[in-house]
């Protein structure tokens, strides 16, 4: 099957497109007069945002290669942005395949910052997910973000009326957290023009470098009241959110990725999200300025007394 990327008809694909960063890419594309089939797990009220945006919403199990296939027939380019969880290699391995056998023209999948083959967990599945698509013959670009805005939120503990406290396993390290629309933006500029990216891996970084104590300041700077930051050691993160149920594969993951904070693999900043993207990254005060109410309470990871079991 041929595409014609100069028709302005082309037909993109967005997998997780209930999800904060494949909603967001559907919504740029619609934007910009795109025609957009965005893969969802249900028909929710998610899904009928995205329909009232103009998209056309198809329920798919990524597990279902039947499905799979016929979801890619038509499409020119997708943008493959499926969560880290158990069964990400073999959703991804599906799509490859059904997206390849469909003539789909190029992929963008976001990947994670600091990914290699030693290590274990999603990280491992990162690595193994770029290596597949790179051995299509589609086009393709991976996105490695570092770490996302919604640590802020996942890991938030409002410790009072008054004051908000972000308590950590990640040290004194510094990075440049990634808004998940700066990530939308330069993955559908990508999804415009693919050729030009072939076999690229993009480190994709927010608006400035900070440590946990600067993030803590301008926190408090936007909500208007005292933010400290609390570092705390890994094993104590893990027994915390163990105790409260969080899955295994989860606590894993983030103790990888806390580590790898702590060593500096998320550290360095450049400016692909502007060039790329077209737009400068949001700041921290602008992220958090857009979701206060995330703020309101406790975030779902947060590492409270309670499931530290500090008296």
Avoid at 126 to 152: G, K, Q, Y
Avoid at 207 to 220: C, G, N, P, R, V
Avoid at 283 to 311: C, H, K, M, V, W
């Amino acid at each position: 099957m041929s595409h014609d990327n100069q028709s302005g008809n082309e037909l993109f694909l967005v997998t997780g497109a209930t999800g904060q960063s494949g909603s967001q890419a559907v919504a740029l594309l619609r934007e910009r007069g795109k025609r957009v089939r965005a893969l969802a797990r249900g028909q929710d009220e998610r899904a009928q945002r995205l329909r009232d945006l103009g998209a056309e919403v198809v329920e798919v199990d990524m597990f279902n290669y039947t499905q799979i296939r016929e979801a890619t027939e038509g499409v020119y380019a997708a943008y493959f942005n499926f969560p880290p969880a158990p069964g990400y290699v073999e959703a991804a391995a599906k799509f490859a395949d059904a997206a390849a056998s469909s003539g789909v023209h190029a992929v963008v999948e976001m990947s994670q910052r600091g990914i290699r083959s030693e290590m274990t967990g999603v990280g491992l599945q990162h690595w193994l997910v770029e290596r597949l698509f790179d051995r299509t013959p589609m086009v393709t670009t991976h996105l490695r973000a570092t770490i996302f805005m919604h640590w802020l939120e996942n890991f938030w503990i409002r410790a009072a009326a008054d004051e908000g406290l972000l308590r950590l396993p990640v040290g004194d390290a510094s990075f440049a957290p990634i808004n998940t629309l700066d990530a939308a933006r330069v993955a559908v500029a990508v999804l415009q023009d693919p050729d030009a990216h072939d076999r690229q891996r993009y480190d994709l970084f927010g608006a400035e470098e900070l440590d946990w104590h600067q993030i803590a300041s301008k926190a408090q700077d936007t909500l208007g009241f005292p933010v400290r930051y609390e570092s705390v050691e890994i094993a104590e993160m893990v027994a915390a959110l163990t105790t409260a149920g969080i899955p295994d594969w989860l606590v894993q993951h983030h103790a990888n990725v806390a580590r790898d904070i702590r060593d500096g693999v998320f550290s360095g900043f450049n400016d692909l999200v502007e060039t790329i993207g077209g737009s400068a990254p949001a700041t921290i005060e602008q992220s958090i300025d857009a979701n206060r109410a995330f703020y309101d309470t406790d975030g779902p990871l947060a590492l409270t007394d309670a499931r530290l079991e500090r008296a």
